[in-house]
C-alpha cells in the first residue's frame, strides 16, 4: 500500500481555513484516500475519505488532485477544538493491513 | 450503541507478566485491529481480523497475541510483558464494503506501562 508525505506541523488563525497538504504519490487506483484526527491522546477520528472526487461533509472538505498524488484537507473555519495531530492514510480493496498512520500534522490552531 | 469499548483504560505490569487488553464493539463489524502509539508517533498496527476466526499480523506483531471468536470481541494477549511494549493500545472496528476496509472506529485506547 501507498505511503504518505505530511508536514509535522502547521499553525493556522482561529476562524481561518486550515489547510493539510498529504502527498501520496505511489497510490494505485483502487486506494483511497482517508482522513483522521487525533485529539490529544484519544482514539483517532474519521473526518473524511475520497476516491477520486472532491468530497464535503459536514467536519471538511476533501480536495485530490487530477493525477491523485497529492489532496488537501480544508477545514473551512479552524477552531481551537480543531487543534490535533491529522493523518493522511491510503487503504483500497486490501483493507488496512498494510498501511501505516505515520506521525501526522499537527495542527495548532491559534486564538 | 457503544462503540469501540476497550478494558482496562490503564494498566501496570512488572516484566515478564502476561495479560489481555479487551476490545468490543456493537457495530457488527467485520473487521477489527489493534494498533500500538508510543510517545509522540503514530499508530502502527498489530494485529487485525476480517471476521471471526480469522486474524493477520500487522507491521509489529511480535509478543502478542490475538483471537477472534466472536464478530464483537477482538482481545489482544502480551505473552510476557516488556518495557519495550509500554505503550498506548488502540482497537478499531470497521465495515468491510466490497472487499474494502471502510471508516475506522477506535476506541478510546488502554494505557500500558511495564516495569
Known amino acids: 500500500d501507498a505511503k504518505t508525505t505530511q508536514p509535522t506541523s502547521m499553525d493556522c488563525a482561529e476562524g481561518r481555513a486550515a489547510n493539510l497538504p498529504c502527498n501520496h504519490s505511489?497510490?494505485?487506483?483502487?486506494?483511497?484516500v482517508y482522513w483522521y484526527r487525533q485529539i490529544h491522546s484519544q482514539g483517532p477520528q474519521y473526518i473524511i475519505h475520497g476516491l477520486k472526487n472532491n468530497e464535503t461533509n459536514e467536519m471538511a472538505s476533501l480536495i485530490i488532485t487530477e493525477d491523485r498524488k497529492s489532496s488537501t484537507l480544508i477545514l473551512p473555519h479552524a477552531t481551537l477544538r480543531d487543534t490535533a495531530v491529522y493523518y493522511c492514510i491510503v487503504g483500497g480493496s486490501g483493507g488496512y493491513q498494510k498501511v501505516t498512520f505515520g506521525t501526522g500534522t499537527k495542527l495548532q490552531v491559534i486564538p | 450503541n457503544a462503540g469501540v469499548t476497550q478494558t482496562p483504560k490503564f494498566q501496570v505490569l512488572k516484566t515478564g507478566q502476561s495479560m489481555t487488553l479487551q476490545c468490543a464493539q456493537d457495530?457488527?463489524?467485520?473487521?477489527m485491529s489493534w494498533y500500538r502509539q508510543d510517545p509522540g508517533m503514530g499508530l502502527r498496527l498489530i494485529h487485525y481480523?476480517?471476521?471471526?476466526?480469522?486474524?493477520d499480523q500487522g507491521e509489529v506483531p511480535n509478543g502478542y497475541n490475538v483471537s477472534r471468536s466472536t464478530t464483537e470481541d477482538f482481545p489482544l494477549r502480551l505473552l510476557s510483558a516488556a518495557p519495550s511494549q509500554t505503550s498506548v493500545y488502540f482497537c478499531?472496528?470497521?465495515?468491510?464494503?466490497?472487499?474494502?476496509?471502510?471508516?475506522?472506529?477506535f476506541g478510546p485506547g488502554t494505557r500500558l506501562t511495564v516495569l
Open positions: 481480523s476480517v471476521g471471526a476466526g480469522i486474524t
Open positions: 505511489t497510490i494505485s487506483g483502487n486506494e483511497y
Open positions: 457495530m457488527n463489524h467485520e473487521y
Open positions: 478499531a472496528s470497521s465495515h468491510l464494503a466490497g472487499g474494502r476496509t471502510d471508516t475506522q472506529y
